[in-house]
């Protein structure tokens, strides 16, 4: 196809979630797809929209999903809060294709070969099977944390919720190695996160699914959602490597101080703190982290995001004595540029939130970690750290300062220690592998392409 001499390109629509685990994908998909000769354009919501000028060589579509400053997960519940986003922004997506549609057939735009949509942003699918474009979902998160969703109804109708604190370190049956503490909860009641994960573990009419995993990390789970789906399965992961995009994701500003901050300390000596994007903690668990720290007599660089520690606006509810007690062995920001972070070689280790977007930052760059799950998808991608790859600790027992200084001194120190940063080297070199021509991950790219053209 061809326009004033100009060959026009075919098209993805690529329809993100607005949480940055979500959307960070996404964008690196985009990129990764524009690489290989496709045109991308992203149909996103205004609610955490993304920067265009970072991706000059996208078209972005906003649109307009109605939300209030009240519209939060936290005022009307995480379902109530996918939905009326879902119900707002279909209308107009299926507008704007449309209009596309039309645009393509006087030769003014590619043509449109598909739709790729985040698992929770289901009225994209529909509006593709309105408009009989080819759809296909992508999951965001860790495969076996959806092999877990699947079962949780016929937990329930075997009688297992709600469940009783003797049954927690149990293992589910037909879910080894998880244990009733690990299943996914949405944070809400037993009903609200049933009534979740019926929409978002169904498939509908989409036609494959793109999994942000690498094979051999998953191979317990993916043959079992395989059997379930029956669709092509796509393991383009880790995508932020997959893309060789250097715009930066990030919904937060980054502050990119703490690089310099990180060049006066040894090698392998800092433990990196960040929670992600989402999570709150309260006053106590700031004041036993902060001690912890302290005490471990570790250099550390800790994000702090502003908000997070509920009851406060940033650092005022930090301990008194702290800050000079820990001096230039402390560096707090607001957001770190995490990627660099963890594959700077002072960092040594990461004591993370356990989402799966920094899991795989971490992977990637053979870093050990301390794992703090607390809702969703964590706790089970904790449970893989700790107890499958064993390149980290999870802090499971009571939280506190003594807790939190004695599991940074075991991720540091000794032979265990040094046994988790050999397996997490071992990963790291298995996953640029999988990388590289003709591995798995390689190979599911070229494939996927293929798929659409």
């Given at each position: 196809?061809?326009?004033?001499?100009?060959?026009?390109?075919?098209?993805?629509?690529?329809?993100?979630?607005?949480f940055?685990?979500?959307?960070?994908?996404?964008?690196?998909?985009?990129?990764?797809?524009?690489?290989?000769?496709?045109?991308?354009?992203i149909?996103?919501?205004?609610?955490?929209?993304?920067?265009?000028?970072?991706?000059?060589?996208?078209?972005?579509?906003?649109?307009?999903?109605?939300?209030?400053?009240?519209?939060?997960?936290?005022?009307?519940?995480?379902?109530?809060?996918?939905?009326k986003?879902?119900?707002?922004?279909?209308a107009?997506?299926?507008?704007?294709?449309?209009?596309?549609?039309?645009?393509?057939?006087?030769?003014?735009?590619?043509?449109?070969?598909?739709?790729?949509?985040?698992?929770?942003?289901?009225?994209?699918?529909?509006?593709?099977?309105?408009?009989?474009?080819?759809?296909?979902?992508?999951?965001?998160?860790?495969s076996?944390?959806?092999?877990?969703?699947?079962?949780?109804?016929?937990?329930?109708?075997?009688?297992?919720?709600?469940?009783?604190?003797?049954?927690?370190e149990?293992?589910?049956?037909?879910?080894?190695?998880?244990?009733?503490?690990?299943?996914?909860?949405?944070?809400?009641?037993?009903?609200?996160?049933?009534?979740?994960?019926?929409?978002?573990?169904?498939?509908?009419?989409?036609?494959?699914?793109?999994?942000?995993?690498?094979?051999?990390?998953?191979?317990?789970?993916?043959?079992?959602?395989?059997?379930?789906?029956?669709?092509?399965?796509?393991?383009?992961?880790?995508?932020?490597?997959?893309?060789?995009m250097?715009?930066?994701?990030?919904?937060?500003?980054?502050?990119?101080?703490?690089?310099?901050?990180?060049?006066?300390?040894?090698?392998?000596?800092?433990i990196?703190?960040?929670?992600?994007?989402?999570?709150?903690?309260?006053?106590?668990?700031?004041?036993?982290?902060?001690?912890?720290?302290?005490?471990?007599?570790?250099?550390?660089?800790?994000?702090?995001?502003?908000?997070?520690?509920?009851?406060?606006?940033?650092?005022?509810?930090?301990?008194?004595?702290f800050?000079?007690?820990?001096?230039?062995?402390?560096?707090?920001?607001?957001?770190?540029?995490?990627?660099?972070?963890?594959?700077?070689?002072?960092?040594?280790?990461?004591?993370?939130?356990?989402?799966?977007?920094?899991?795989?930052?971490?992977l990637?760059?053979?870093?050990?970690?301390?794992?703090?799950?607390?809702?969703?998808?964590?706790p089970?991608?904790?449970?893989?750290?700790?107890?499958?790859?064993?390149?980290?600790?999870?802090?499971?027992?009571?939280?506190?300062?003594?807790?939190?200084?004695?599991?940074?001194?075991?991720?540091?120190?000794?032979?265990?220690?040094?046994?988790?940063?050999?397996?997490?080297?071992?990963?790291?070199?298995?996953?640029?592998?999988?990388?590289?021509?003709?591995?798995?991950?390689?190979?599911?790219?070229?494939?996927?392409?293929?798929?659409?053209?």
């Open positions: 196809m061809e326009t004033q001499g100009k060959k026009v390109q075919k098209r993805l629509v690529l329809v993100p979630f607005p940055q685990g979500h959307m960070t994908p996404m964008l690196q998909l985009g990129a990764a797809l524009e690489q290989k000769g496709l045109s991308v354009t149909a996103h919501t205004c609610h955490n929209a993304p920067d265009p000028s970072q991706y000059p060589r996208f078209e972005f579509r906003p649109l307009a999903d109605n939300l209030t400053s009240l519209d939060t997960p936290k005022n009307i519940g995480v379902l109530n809060f996918i939905k986003i879902n119900t707002n922004c279909e107009q997506l299926q507008e704007f294709l449309v209009q596309k549609i039309e645009q393509e057939q006087e030769g003014a735009y590619g043509q449109v070969v598909g739709i790729i949509y985040d698992t929770l942003m289901f009225c994209a699918e529909a509006v593709a099977d309105k408009l009989k474009i080819p759809s296909m979902v992508i999951r965001t998160s860790f076996t944390y959806v092999l877990a969703t699947i079962a949780m109804p016929r937990l329930q109708a075997e009688g297992y919720f709600p469940l009783q604190d003797s049954m927690l149990e293992l589910v049956p037909e879910l080894y190695p998880l244990r009733f503490k690990d299943l996914p909860f949405s944070g809400g009641n037993i009903e609200e996160t049933l009534a979740l994960y019926a929409i978002t573990s169904n498939l509908r009419s989409s036609s494959a699914i793109i999994w942000n995993t690498v094979d051999f990390l998953e191979h317990l789970s993916l043959p079992r959602l395989q059997q379930h789906y029956k669709v092509p399965f796509f393991t383009v992961g880790p995508l932020h490597k997959t893309s060789s250097s715009s930066s994701t990030s919904l937060l500003e980054e502050d990119k101080t703490c690089m310099e901050w990180l060049d006066k300390q040894a090698t392998n000596s800092v990196y703190v960040s929670l992600g994007s989402l999570v709150l903690i309260d006053a106590e668990e700031l004041t036993e982290t902060a001690w912890g720290l302290a005490n471990s007599g570790h250099p550390f660089l800790w994000v702090i995001r502003p908000g997070s520690v509920i009851g406060s606006e940033w650092l005022e509810l930090l301990p008194e004595g800050i000079e007690n820990v001096g230039e062995r402390c560096h707090i920001v607001k957001w770190a540029p995490q990627k660099l972070v963890l594959a700077h070689k002072a960092v040594g280790g990461f004591w993370s939130h356990c989402g799966w977007n920094s899991t795989l930052e971490s990637c760059e053979g870093k050990p970690m301390m794992c703090r799950p607390f809702y969703v998808d964590q089970v991608v904790s449970r893989f750290i700790s107890y499958v790859w064993k390149i980290g600790l999870e802090l499971e027992t009571k939280f506190d300062r003594r807790n939190v200084e004695s599991t940074i001194r075991r991720l540091f120190g000794g032979k265990e220690g040094e046994e988790m940063r050999e397996r997490a080297i071992e990963i790291k070199e298995k996953i640029e592998s999988c990388m590289s021509a003709g591995g798995s991950s390689f190979n599911s790219l070229n494939n996927l392409v293929d798929f659409f053209l």
